[in-house]
Structure formats: structure tokens, C-alpha cells
């Protein structure tokens, strides 16, 4: 069993939908939580860091953690078209635990 | 220059072929990491420094050899690579206590 699982998609929305995205763990000490944005072409950037259960918001983004069920998730509000990325979601047991174990990420298409 | 650099940006090279890859933080951070990003895989981590010392290294071929000479810059050098070897090769950065990791635009390299 994969440490993270996340559904590759891909994944059409028109632009102004809410995106769900979502990945799911099998590692309960998992307790750090963040979400990556990566461009085509461009390293991933962070965008959303969480710590334990509980949401999380930035702007149109809200990021959410079910610890119980082993289920997180990251909302993006009024999508746009600049949102079209692949979204990698990313989660330790400890902090500078310096080994972060990734999902395989999830492409996003925002159709104008 | 502001974040995290590298170099080059694309390579293509031979299986007899020696190459490195530069990668090169202005962050301040004080631990520097590779990782190599193939088609529908998570991001697999293959080398880690953390003020200047390897104390990571999984299980990477021999054909794959870092060099970290400051906390600034990060090396990999590359020869009698595989086909299979062809990727994006990442390089990042940290705090070396704390998760949130800042990536470079990568190096997409093609072995022929």
C-alpha cells in the first residue's frame, strides 16, 4: 500500500466551479499536511500548511484534515483559469522530519 | 536572483556521459535536497543535507553522486545513466526544522 494516494484525474472544471481536491494516507502519525501548486514547466510551490485535524483558509483556498479518517482535502473557491496546475499534496510525521512523503498529484484544467 | 535556482534547465545526454546539475538557494536555509519527479509517481526524495552533511541517501544508484560545498549550493553528478533515468530533477530547500520545502524550476533530463 502507497504511504499517500491521490487520484491522478485529470480534472476539467469550468471556471467560477468549487474544485475539490483530496488525497488519502495510510500513515497515522502523519500529522503535517500541506498542499503544492505546480505549473507546467516550474518546481512545485507551497500553498497550504496545516498541522493535525481542522481547516485551514487562504483566500479561495481552504485546506481540511480528517486525521480519523486518514482523508485530507484542499477547496478551491470561484476557480480560474489561473489555477490550472497540477496539485501535489505532501505530509510528514514530525516537523523537520526532512523527509516528506508526496502523493503523485492531481492535474487541474480551469476551462474559461 | 530570489529563491531557488537551477541549472540547466534542460539536458540531454548520452548513457556514457558525465553531466552535473547546479542548484543553487537564496533563502538563507540551511538544509538542500533532491528529488527526482517521473510521469504519474510521487516525488521521490534521493538526497537530503542539512548543514552541509548527507544524512539521507535512498537507496540512490552510485551513478547519482551530490556534493553540498555550502550551505548555498548543491551539486549532482551524473554519469553512465540509464534511460530510465530520464525525470525532472528537483532541487529544494528548508529550514532544517520546519516542513515547508521551496523547490527550484527543475532540470528535465533526457537520457539517450
Known amino acids: 500500500q502507497k504511504e499517500v494516494e491521490q487520484d491522478p484525474g485529470p480534472l476539467s472544471v469550468p471556471e467560477g466551479a468549487i474544485v475539490s481536491l483530496n488525497c488519502t494516507y495510510s500513515?497515522?502519525?502523519?500529522?503535517?499536511f500541506m498542499w503544492y501548486r505546480q505549473y507546467s514547466r516550474k518546481g512545485p510551490e507551497l500553498l497550504m500548511y496545516?498541522?493535525?485535524?481542522g481547516n485551514k483558509e487562504d483566500g479561495r483556498f481552504t485546506a481540511q484534515v480528517d486525521k480519523s479518517s486518514k482523508y485530507i482535502s484542499l477547496f478551491i473557491r470561484d476557480s480560474q483559469p489561473s489555477d490550472s496546475a497540477t496539485y501535489l499534496c505532501?505530509?510528514?510525521?514530525?516537523?523537520?522530519?526532512?523527509?516528506?512523503?508526496f502523493g503523485t498529484g492531481t492535474r487541474l484544467t480551469v476551462i474559461p | 536572483e530570489t529563491g531557488v535556482t537551477q541549472t540547466p534547465r534542460h539536458l540531454v545526454m548520452g548513457m556514457t556521459n558525465k553531466k552535473s546539475l547546479k542548484c543553487e538557494q537564496h533563502?538563507?536555509?540551511?538544509?538542500m535536497y533532491w528529488y527526482k519527479q517521473s510521469a504519474k509517481k510521487p516525488l521521490e526524495l534521493m538526497f537530503v543535507?542539512?548543514?552541509?552533511?548527507?544524512?539521507e541517501n535512498n537507496s540512490v544508484p552510485s551513478r547519482f553522486s551530490p556534493e553540498c560545498p555550502n550551505s548555498s549550493h548543491l551539486f549532482l553528478h551524473l554519469h553512465t545513466l540509464q534511460p530510465e533515468d530520464s525525470a525532472l530533477y528537483l532541487c529544494?530547500?528548508?529550514?532544517?526544522?520546519?516542513?515547508?520545502?521551496?523547490f527550484g524550476p527543475g532540470t528535465r533530463l533526457t537520457v539517450t
Open positions: 529544494a530547500s528548508s529550514q532544517r526544522e520546519r516542513d515547508e520545502q521551496y
Open positions: 500513515n497515522s502519525a502523519f500529522q503535517y
Open positions: 496545516t498541522y493535525s485535524s
Open positions: 505532501a505530509m510528514s510525521a514530525r516537523t523537520g522530519a526532512n523527509n516528506l512523503f
Open positions: 533563502l538563507g536555509h540551511n538544509a
Open positions: 543535507y542539512s548543514l552541509e552533511e548527507r544524512v
